[in-house]
T-cell receptor
Framework: AQSVTQLDSQVPVFEEAPVELRCNYS??????LFWYVQYPNQGLQLLLK??????LVKGINGFEAEFNKSQTSFHLRKPSVHISDTAEYFC?????????????FGKGTLLTVNP | DTGVSQDPRHKITKRGQNVTFRCDPI?????LYWYRQTLGQGPEFLTY????????KSRLLSDRFSAERPKGSFSTLEIQRTEQGDSAMYLC???????????????FGAGTRLSVL
């Protein structure tokens, strides 16, 4: 079975500051990795994904993440945040093989950007 | 492409009542997933369909829960004899399995928030 640990439940930052949201995963098989964002009272929106290839992946809204297989991490970064980035961020994994493709999510990190 | 649509957005019910939620996936997506999200947690997998076939159910899905996707398009999730512990956000996602089967990027709806009083 796979599991995801998001190390920070809440991250407060000031506008235009850099931010890193941490994600570690556990799996005995190869996985694909995802970051989703959830704005209040909305569903989940895909920010970025790692399937294969370059370990540095770029997503929407200026976010990027780096896959580190040796540290089993997939941390999300943004060099300069905006007020509109305030939301809950979820890291998720699924196995790269098989046929189910169900996602296993972390508990989420609430990013609050203050003026 | 209008995205994944869920109805209703909010449902308040009394304990013991039955409720039904609907999910309309992205057109031509052949996979449909249901997840449940409780307060302070990430979404948890409940079940999924490929076309009209329900292929897996989580242990979270008790006998009071039933899901259908009768024509391989929209899906319904019914909860019978609701309990307060059923209060949660129910999320639907859809995806397209192509010939290679390696993408399956899941796109989520806005969810149905259920409150059981």
């Amino acid at each position: 079975a796979q599991s995801v640990t998001q190390l920070d439940s809440q991250v407060p930052v000031f506008e235009e500051a850099p931010v890193e949201l941490r994600c570690n995963y556990s799996s005995s098989v190869s996985v694909y990795l995802f970051w989703y964002v959830q704005y209040p009272n909305q569903g989940l929106q895909l920010l970025l994904k790692y399937l294969s290839g370059s370990t540095l992946v770029k997503g929407i809204n200026g976010f990027e993440a780096e896959f580190n297989k040796s540290q089993t991490s997939f941390h999300l970064r943004k060099p300069s945040v905006h007020i509109s980035d305030t939301a809950e961020y979820f890291c998720a994994v699924r196995i790269s093989g098989g046929s189910n493709y169900k996602l296993t999510f972390g508990k989420g990190t609430l990013l609050t950007v203050n003026p | 492409d209008t995205g994944v649509s869920q109805d209703p957005r909010h449902k308040i019910t009394k304990r013991g009542q039955n409720v039904t939620f609907r999910c309309d996936p992205i057109s031509e997506h052949n996979r449909l997933y249901w997840y449940r999200q409780t307060l302070g947690q990430g979404p948890e997998f409940l079940t999924y369909f490929q076309n009209e076939a329900q292929l897996e159910k989580s242990r979270l899905l008790s006998d009071r829960f039933s899901a259908e996707r009768p024509k391989g398009s929209f899906s319904t999730l019914e909860i019978q004899r609701t309990e307060q512990g059923d209060s949660a956000m129910y999320l639907c996602a859809s995806s397209l399995i192509g010939l290679a089967g390696t993408q399956n990027i899941q796109y989520f709806g806005a969810g149905t928030r259920l409150s059981v009083l």
